[in-house]
């Protein structure tokens, strides 16, 4: 079955940096799209960033030049680097895939920015 499990949250210093990690299983992780997003407290889940199968990114407005996706398809691990974090980056966060019709969500880490 297809798993999803982050690791890599924590609590940080406003300017500091952490980096998630998202180990898979259970499909063929080399050829789709995976995405990391979160969610803060009272709000919706808003896609942070996403990486394709031939590594191409795309970022939410909020994270893009502080945060890095990146993939390492031997391993079938994302990866997101987050850097110069801030309080409003404080949220759980999630690790996605959508295979066909279904998709498939991490149990998420929580990420804290607080001094």
């Known amino acids: 079955q297809v798993q999803l499990v982050e690791s890599g949250g924590g609590l940080v210093q406003p300017g500091g940096s952490l980096r998630l990690s998202c180990a898979t299983s259970?499909?063929?992780?080399?050829?789709?799209?995976m995405a990391w997003y979160r969610q803060a407290p009272g709000k919706q889940r808003e896609l942070v960033a996403a990486?394709?199968?031939?590594?191409?990114?795309n970022y939410a407005d909020s994270v893009k030049g502080r945060f890095t996706i990146s993939r390492d398809n031997a391993k079938k691990m994302v990866y997101l680097q987050m850097n110069s974090l801030k309080p409003d980056d404080t949220a759980v966060y999630y690790c996605?895939?959508?295979?066909?019709?279904?998709?498939?969500w991490g149990q998420g880490t929580q990420v804290t920015v607080s001094s």
């Open positions: 996605y895939v959508l295979l066909g019709l279904n998709d498939y």
């Open positions: 259970g499909f063929i992780f080399s050829i789709y799209q």
């Open positions: 990486i394709a199968r031939d590594s191409n990114t």
